[in-house]
């Protein structure tokens, strides 16, 4: 989503059997929201009383996102320049641990 919207193709995001009926404002909108909600800062992020308010609102003007946290990137070795594999890469090097029960 963040790729497409950089590059002003936001509405590629919509599913295609949406788009005959869909509203594309409507679908900019809550893409915009959506990534407002990934901002990397925290406290660049609305909370949910203001995204209500966003995604209920007539007005087009929405602040613009920021790059958020966690986006695909390709990996930046040497190697990886050969191949077309994404890898996922964290700006905060957060680590996701799952603990199994016994």
Known sequence: ???LW?????????????????NADE???????GLLCLQEDPNERPNMSNV???????????????E???VMRRCP?????TSSKLETFSRNDLT???????
């Open 1 to 3: 989503a963040w790729h």
């Open 77 to 81: 070795s040497s190697r990886a320049s």
């Open 68 to 70: 958020p946290a966690f």
């Open 6 to 22: 950089k590059v002003g193709r936001a509405l590629d995001f919509m599913d295609q059997t949406l788009c005959e009926t869909c």
């Open 96 to 102: 996701v641990t799952l603990e199994n029960g016994r």
């Open 27 to 33: 679908c900019l909108k809550c893409v915009n929201v």
């Open 52 to 66: 209500v308010f966003m995604l209920g609102s007539e007005s087009n003007t929405l602040p613009s996102p920021k």
